[in-house]
């Protein structure tokens, strides 16, 4: 069986030193820059993430520009790529590694591993990508291969699995090549072991495939779903101008989307009014004037369904520091997440 392993491994690596595709972030063994692109990857397809990656390089080229950035700088940087904590735990981890190692990115595992927002995979693709250090990568794609390669049934939401696969992952693993046979293993799952039908007949370990000579690669890996359907949420988000400036919310830290800018919003009830929760909430008094049309959000764990109504401004009480007056040019500079980006197209 370890034979066979490693034959997979050595053809996974000369397959991948003659396909790969050429991706900026392939010309670098920098470990700052491999880490932007793979929180960047994680939830983001390799073309959108291009675009973003090299725009926040050149805003932020190293740890310590990243590391001294204002807040607002970082989020704006990002805005568009979601999932904003990735880009809070980044700026967090980069003033830990500025503060306590000068800057320089650290090279132990452990080390790694313990930085805000770095997980098993993403410290095992900093130090084999960056210093060909001899660890395990799985991400979704080498789940999927590795469970198919073995014809394993495992269910891969299993922490057991991951681990399981792991330890095949470093069996597979030629030594010396941590860098390339990773970086392999997902890039033969993101062009030919991709789910749904993978493209067996041009894979370089058909041969060797255990789910292919058993005609299963359709139905692995076995993925049970979570119960229970994601909560849909519905919202009435309020679009006031005046003096052409819109009202904006510095949405409170511990919210979803925290520490950055939309428009007020409240969770529709069915026995009240959009009026009057605006003033429970807010303390402001508002007077509606038309429905602009509804926009819906999804996130991992629920969906907004969002209803822009404009409204004209009753009573809108001096600043409170959540609530600020803002023209279309200072938009431009403030970090808005996509959501309330949908909302604003309505307008
Ligand atoms: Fe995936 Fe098919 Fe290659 Fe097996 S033979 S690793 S199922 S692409």
Redesign the pocket.
């Known amino acids: 069986m370890k034979q066979e392993r490693q034959e997979r491994g050595r053809e996974i690596l000369t397959w991948y030193q003659k396909n790969k595709r050429d991706l900026p972030w392939r010309h670098t063994r920098d470990p700052y820059r491999i880490w932007i692109s793979e929180i960047m990857l994680q939830q983001t397809r390799v073309e959108a993430a291009i675009e973003y990656y090299l725009r926040f390089l050149e805003k932020f080229p190293d740890v310590q520009s990243l590391a001294q950035a204002d807040d607002d700088a970082v989020l704006a940087a990002w805005q568009g790529l979601g999932y904003y904590s990735r880009a809070r735990n980044l700026h967090k981890a980069a003033k830990i590694i500025a503060a306590r190692n000068n800057g320089r990115f650290p090279a132990e595992y452990a080390e790694v591993k313990a930085l805000p927002g770095i997980g098993l995979y993403t410290a095992g693709a900093i130090l084999s990508i960056a210093l060909n250090q001899p660890y395990p990568a799985v991400d979704g794609n080498v789940l999927?291969?590795v469970s198919?390669?073995e014809g394993s049934g495992e269910d891969i939401a299993q922490e057991s699995a991951r681990k399981n696969i792991a330890n095949v992952v470093m069996e597979m693993m030629p030594s010396q090549q941590a860098r390339d046979f990773n970086q392999g293993l997902m890039e033969?799952?993101a062009l030919?072991?991709?789910p749904g039908s993978?493209?067996?007949l041009?894979?370089?370990?058909?041969s060797?495939?255990?789910?292919?000579a058993t005609g299963r690669?359709n139905e692995?890996p076995v993925k049970k779903k979570k119960d229970g359907p994601v909560p849909e949420l519905e919202y009435t988000v309020a679009v006031v101008e005046a003096d052409g400036k819109l009202l904006l919310e510095y949405r409170k830290d511990e919210t979803l989307l925290g520490r950055m800018w939309g428009l007020p919003m409240v969770e529709r009830q069915k026995d009240r009014s959009a009026e009057a929760l605006f003033e429970q909430k807010y303390g402001i008094q508002l007077q509606p004037v038309e429905t602009l049309g509804t926009a819906t959000h999804v996130f991992t764990h629920r969906v907004w369904k969002m209803e822009a109504v404009m409204f004209a401004p009753v009573s809108i009480p001096e600043v409170d520091g959540t609530l600020h007056w803002v023209t279309s040019e200072e938009r431009s500079h403030l970090a808005v997440p996509v959501a309330f980006q949908k909302v604003f197209s309505l307008i």
């Open positions: 999927r291969v198919r390669l033969l799952g030919i072991c991709i993978p493209r067996c041009a894979c370089p370990v058909h060797l495939c255990n789910a292919f690669q692995l």
